[in-house]
C-alpha cells in the first residue's frame, strides 16, 4: 500500500502533492502533501502517506488530510500531520495531537555575540547541564503536592512566573501567553499527577535538547529586527513538552474512546485513530485534560528558561534577574485548538489538530503576540545537531493552504533504534567537535539518536515551507554547543 500511495502521489506545484480520495476506502476528502522530489527521493519507506490517508477517513473533516514536509511515521495521524474537524459532526483523536502534548520550541536571546560567549562555551554547556535536569525520566526538577499540581495544570507559565520563575515579559511571546483557557485538572488523571509531581522543570530525552546557537544570516533584516535578532548574536532554543503527564494523559484517553468504539460496534481504518465526538463528555473531557497538560507544558519550558538564565548568571558572574536572557517566542506543536477559517466563503470555527506542526498564522491574525502582529507569527524550526535551525514567519497564503499551519522541524530519517545501530557515540562526538560544535549528555545514546543524519535536510524542509506559501525565513541558526536529554 505503501508502494501504491506513493505512486498515486499527484503533483500540485513544486511544494505540494495531491493523494486522491479512494486511494484508501472511506476517504472523505484528498490528502496534501507538503514535500519535494528531493525530499520524497531521500525518505525510506514508512506508512506515513497510508496514515495521511487514513486521517481522511475521519467523521466530520473539513477541507484535506494535510502534512508538512517533515513529515514521518507517529502514532495514528503522521508526525507533520494536520487536520480539521467540524465541531457538531466531527471528532477529536488523541492521536492526531500526540502523546507529548504542547510539546514546542522557545527561543531566547542573550544580547551576547560570539566572540563574547565562545570562550566560556564549556562552562556555559556545563552550567546548562546542572540547572536543568534531563535524560529518561529526569529528577531534580520543582516537586509538587497535589494541589501545586493542579495549580500547575489551571495556570501555565504564569503560575511559574507568579512563583518566581521568570518575569512578566516573559508571558507576552508565548503562544496563548503561556496558558490555555478550558483547563480542568480533575480530568488529569491518578497515575498523570503522579509522573508530573517529579517532572515539571525537567528538559526530558528523546529529541528534546537546549542548544546555544549563533545568529548565522538573517534573510529578512525587517522581520529580525523586530524580533530583536542580531545577526552573529548567541541565542538558546529549547524543545521539551508535558513529559510523562501528557503522556500518561494520551494514553488515558486512548484507552477510553477505544472500549467506547468496541461499545459501539464502530470500527476505524486504523485503531491509533481511536476518537470521540468532539461534542460528546469523552471528546470534551479529553479537551479539558489537554489543555491541562498544554499548561503543564509552558510552565515546564518558562521553568527551564529560568534554569538558562541561572546558568548565564554563573558563568557570567552577574545577578540573574540583571541577565539580558529575553523570550523571543514560545510556540506548540502537539495540540488541538478551536480556531476561525473561511471555508466555502464562510466562516467556520473548526478544531484543527496539529501534531509535529505548529501554527504559521500571518501577519494581523489576532493570535499573534501584539509585538509580532504586523510582522506574522514566528515559526521556530529546529534541525540536527550539527546542522542550522530557523526562525520563519507565516504567510497570509497558509490560512487557505494548511489552516495556518507549518512544520515543526526537519523531520526524522531514521527511527532511534536505527541510529543506535548505524551511528557510534565516539564518532559522532568527534564529527560534531570537528564542526566546533560541543555536547553534553545523560546517556551516549542520547547522542546517537539524534546523529546529524538522523533527520532530513533543514534547508530544503524550509525552502517547501516557504514555496508551499506557509512561511518565510527570517533568521538562520547554528548550532555551537547542545544539552541532550
Same mark, same amino acid.
Given at each position: 500500500?505503501?508502494?501504491k500511495?506513493a505512486?498515486?502521489l499527484?503533483?500540485?506545484?513544486?511544494?505540494?502533492?495531491?493523494i486522491? #480520495?479512494?486511494?484508501?476506502?472511506?476517504?472523505?476528502?484528498?490528502?496534501i502533501?507538503?514535500?519535494?522530489?528531493?525530499l520524497?527521493?531521500?525518505?525510506?519507506?514508512?506508512?506515513?502517506?497510508?496514515?495521511?490517508? !487514513?486521517?481522511?477517513?475521519?467523521?466530520?473533516?473539513?477541507?484535506?488530510?494535510l502534512?508538512?514536509?517533515?513529515?514521518?511515521f507517529?502514532?495514528?495521524?503522521?508526525v507533520?500531520?494536520?487536520?480539521?474537524?467540524?465541531?457538531?459532526?466531527?471528532?477529536?483523536s488523541?492521536g492526531?495531537?500526540?502523546?507529548?502534548?504542547?510539546?514546542?520550541?522557545r527561543?531566547l536571546?542573550?544580547?551576547?555575540?560570539?566572540?563574547?560567549?565562545?570562550?566560556?562555551?564549556?562552562?556555559? *554547556?556545563?552550567?546548562?547541564?546542572?540547572?536543568?535536569?534531563?535524560?529518561?525520566?529526569?529528577?531534580?526538577g520543582?516537586r509538587?503536592?497535589a494541589?501545586g499540581?493542579d495549580a500547575?495544570?489551571?495556570?501555565?507559565?504564569?503560575?511559574?512566573?507568579? !512563583?518566581?520563575y521568570?518575569?512578566?515579559?516573559?508571558l507576552?511571546v508565548?503562544?496563548?501567553?503561556?496558558?490555555l483557557?478550558g483547563?480542568?485538572p480533575?480530568r488529569?488523571?491518578?497515575?498523570?499527577?503522579?509522573?508530573?509531581?517529579? @517532572?515539571?522543570?525537567?528538559?526530558?530525552?528523546g529529541?528534546?535538547?537546549?542548544?546555544?546557537?549563533e545568529?548565522?544570516? *538573517?534573510?529578512?533584516?525587517?522581520g529580525?529586527?523586530?524580533?530583536g535578532?542580531?545577526?552573529?548574536e548567541v541565542?538558546?532554543?529549547?524543545?521539551?513538552?508535558?513529559?510523562?503527564?501528557?503522556? @500518561?494523559?494520551?494514553?488515558?484517553?486512548?484507552?477510553?474512546?477505544?472500549e467506547e468504539?468496541r461499545?459501539?460496534g464502530? @470500527?476505524?481504518?486504523?485503531?491509533?485513530?481511536?476518537?470521540?465526538? /468532539?461534542?460528546?463528555?469523552?471528546g470534551?473531557?479529553?479537551?479539558?485534560?489537554?489543555?491541562a497538560a498544554?499548561?503543564?507544558?509552558?510552565?515546564?519550558?518558562?521553568?527551564?528558561?529560568d534554569?538558562?538564565?541561572?546558568?548565564f548568571?554563573?558563568v557570567?558572574?552577574?545577578?540573574?534577574?540583571r541577565?539580558?536572557?529575553?523570550? /523571543?517566542?514560545?510556540?506548540?506543536h !502537539?495540540?488541538?485548538?478551536v480556531?476561525?477559517?473561511?471555508?466555502e466563503?464562510?466562516?467556520?470555527?473548526?478544531?484543527v489538530?496539529?501534531?509535529?506542526?505548529?501554527?504559521?498564522?500571518p501577519?494581523?491574525?489576532?493570535?499573534v503576540?501584539?509585538r509580532y502582529?504586523?510582522?506574522?507569527?514566528?515559526? *521556530?524550526?529546529?534541525g540536527?545537531m550539527?546542522?542550522?535551525?530557523?526562525?520563519?514567519?507565516?504567510l497570509?497564503?497558509s490560512?487557505?493552504?494548511?489552516?495556518g499551519?507549518?512544520?515543526?522541524g526537519a523531520?526524522r530519517?531514521l527511527s532511534?533504534?536505527a541510529? !543506535?545501530?548505524?551511528?557510534?557515540?565516539?564518532?559522532?562526538?568527534r564529527?560534531?567537535?570537528?564542526?566546533?560544535? @560541543?555536547?553534553?549528555a545523560?546517556?551516549?545514546e542520547?547522542?546517537?539518536?539524534?546523529?546529524?543524519?538522523?533527520?532530513k535536510?533543514?534547508?530544503?524542509?524550509v525552502?517547501v515551507?516557504?514555496?508551499?506559501?506557509?512561511a518565510?525565513p527570517v533568521? #538562520?541558526?547554528?548550532?555551537?554547543?547542545?544539552?541532550?536529554g
Open positions: 500500500m505503501m508502494e500511495l505512486t498515486d499527484e503533483p500540485l506545484d513544486g511544494c505540494r502533492y495531491r486522491p #480520495r479512494g486511494s484508501v476506502p472511506g476517504m472523505r476528502v484528498d490528502g502533501l507538503f514535500s519535494s522530489e528531493k520524497l527521493r531521500e525518505a525510506p519507506p514508512d506508512a506515513s502517506l497510508r496514515q495521511l490517508a !487514513n486521517v481522511a477517513t475521519l467523521p466530520g473533516i473539513v477541507g484535506e488530510a502534512a508538512m514536509p517533515d513529515i514521518h507517529g502514532y495514528g495521524f503522521p507533520g500531520g494536520v487536520a480539521a474537524f467540524d465541531l457538531t459532526e466531527g471528532v477529536v488523541p492526531g495531537i500526540g502523546y507529548d502534548i504542547n510539546c514546542g520550541v527561543l536571546r542573550t544580547g551576547r555575540t560570539v566572540e563574547e560567549v565562545r570562550p566560556h562555551l564549556s562552562a556555559l *554547556l556545563t552550567s546548562l547541564f546542572q540547572h536543568v535536569p534531563s535524560g529518561v525520566g529526569s529528577k531534580g520543582v509538587l503536592d494541589a499540581i500547575v495544570l489551571q495556570g501555565g507559565a504564569r503560575w511559574a512566573v507568579e !512563583n518566581g521568570g518575569r512578566p515579559e516573559d507576552l508565548q503562544e496563548e501567553e503561556g496558558v483557557s483547563a480542568d480533575s488529569v488523571g491518578p497515575s498523570a499527577h503522579a509522573r508530573g509531581g517529579k @517532572q515539571l522543570g525537567t528538559l526530558g530525552s529529541n528534546h535538547f537546549l542548544e546555544v546557537e545568529v548565522e544570516d *538573517l534573510p529578512d533584516p525587517s529580525a529586527e523586530v524580533l535578532l542580531r545577526r552573529h541565542v538558546v532554543m529549547l524543545h521539551t513538552g508535558s513529559r510523562g503527564l501528557g503522556h @500518561q494523559v494520551g494514553t488515558d484517553y486512548i484507552a477510553r474512546m477505544d468504539l461499545g459501539r464502530l @470500527q476505524l481504518v486504523d485503531r491509533q485513530l481511536s476518537c470521540a465526538p /468532539v461534542d460528546s463528555p469523552s470534551r473531557e479529553y479537551l479539558s485534560a489537554m489543555a498544554a499548561n503543564f507544558a509552558w510552565a515546564n519550558r518558562q521553568i527551564i528558561t534554569g538558562v538564565r541561572s546558568a548568571a554563573e557570567f558572574h552577574e545577578p540573574k534577574d541577565v539580558a536572557v529575553d523570550v /523571543v517566542y514560545d510556540l506548540s !502537539n495540540m488541538a485548538k480556531e476561525e477559517y473561511s471555508v466563503g464562510r466562516l467556520r470555527k473548526l478544531l489538530h496539529r501534531k509535529g506542526a505548529t501554527r504559521a498564522f501577519a494581523g491574525r489576532p493570535e503576540p501584539a502582529r504586523d510582522m506574522g507569527q514566528p515559526v *521556530l524550526i529546529p540536527d550539527g546542522s542550522a535551525s530557523y526562525v520563519l514567519a507565516g497570509p497564503t490560512l487557505e493552504r494548511s489552516f499551519s507549518a512544520c515543526h523531520g530519517l532511534r533504534a541510529c !543506535n545501530r548505524k551511528f557510534r557515540f565516539a564518532e559522532v562526538s564529527s560534531l567537535a570537528a564542526k566546533g560544535i @560541543q555536547v553534553r545523560a546517556t551516549h542520547g547522542i546517537t539518536e539524534e546523529a546529524p543524519g538522523a533527520y535536510d533543514v534547508d530544503e524542509v525552502r515551507a516557504q514555496g508551499g506559501g506557509l518565510r533568521a #538562520r541558526l547554528v548550532p555551537l554547543g547542545v544539552v541532550k
